[in-house]
């Protein structure tokens, strides 16, 4: 496994966005670029090979294309596939570094300094389930299809988001480094997240990691800043703004298959957390076009 670390002081460079929709039969082109590419496959699976190895990039999965290094499809992806893709370059020079346990302690020592800013994420990885990362992918993707913005700017800075958050989820779930976070906390927060989809009650959790709920309620609000059950309802409330972007699922679909059992309950939690209903919040992601190959957008 390779890793990308560059200083995330200036803003990457937007060159092209898009996504990809396959109902049977696709073979990733060969190609040689000169920036990089990123690519979330949100449906079925890519495969891919460059420097030597073959990838298989399976839903919520996610690889970086290096930069002047060939790549191709070594095998035809059966069934419907559905990926986003960003062609974007770094300001500063990148180091590739294949050696993890040195990017462990170099994560160790750059979140101890306030100042630590830059890019460090993996050739390739499986996103959270908070879907932060599909979230900005989608405002990336329908920014880059306005025509009437201020400055195109915003779109640079908008994939610099992009991989920063990539950079946080790196940092989180493979190294763990959540400040006053204990890692018994740590297995409650995964556990729920894991769950998210099942009616869950505070003693329920308590009882599976072996606390008492009241003590568990105490310790999770002073660590979190919130309490378990708006934990819950944000963790569900993500994972909802995903599922409306991007499958077009109905109100009481999205709402019982993130665990509420009232779709009216889910649409007051929903607005209070996001400011909007959930129709509100579908219309706002409407404009992304589907393109059928990596087409270059001209800037």
């Given at each position: 496994m390779r890793f990308f670390v560059s200083n995330a002081e200036k803003s990457l460079q937007f060159h092209g966005s898009g996504n990809v929709l396959s109902k049977?039969?696709?073979?990733?082109?060969?190609?040689t670029f000169?920036?990089?590419?990123l690519i979330l496959v949100k449906e079925g699976t890519l495969y891919i090979a460059?420097?030597?190895?073959?990838h298989e990039i399976r839903k919520n999965q996610y690889i970086i294309l290096n930069a002047n290094e060939e790549q191709f499809g070594y095998r035809v992806s059966t069934g419907k596939l559905s990926y986003d893709w960003v062609y974007f370059s770094f300001t500063d020079p990148v180091i590739i570094?294949?050696?993890?346990?040195?990017?462990?302690?170099?994560?160790?020592?750059r979140t101890t300094d306030s100042n630590n800013s830059v890019y460090l994420v993996p050739e390739r990885g499986e996103i959270s389930i908070s879907q932060r990362v599909p979230l900005l992918f989608n405002q990336l993707l329908d920014l880059a299809t306005q025509e009437e913005i201020y400055s195109r700017r915003i779109i640079d800075y908008s994939v610099s988001l992009l991989m920063m958050e990539l950079s946080q989820e790196f940092i989180e779930q493979k190294y763990k480094v959540r400040k006053n976070i204990s890692p018994n906390l740590e297995r409650t927060m995964e556990w729920i997240k894991a769950n998210y989809n099942k009616e869950l009650t505070i003693k329920e959790i308590a009882d599976e990691m072996g606390y008492n709920a009241n003590y568990l309620s105490t310790i999770f609000k002073k660590s979190t800043g919130m309490t378990i059950v708006q934990y819950i309802n944000i963790t569900?409330?993500?994972?909802?703004?995903?599922?409306?972007i991007n499958y077009g699922s109905s109100v009481k679909e999205v709402a019982y298959?993130?665990?509420f059992v009232d779709d009216k309950y889910f649409m007051k939690v929903f607005k209070k957390l996001e400011g909007m209903t959930?129709?509100?919040?579908?219309?706002a992601f409407?404009?992304?076009?589907l393109n059928n190959g990596l087409t270059k957008v001209s800037l």
């Open positions: 049977n039969g696709f073979r990733y082109k060969k190609n000169s920036f990089y590419v460059q420097n030597g190895i073959r570094h294949k050696n993890s346990k040195f990017i462990h302690e170099y994560i160790k020592k569900r409330i993500n994972v909802a703004k995903s599922m409306i298959a993130c665990g959930p129709s509100q919040y579908k219309k409407s404009k992304k076009k």
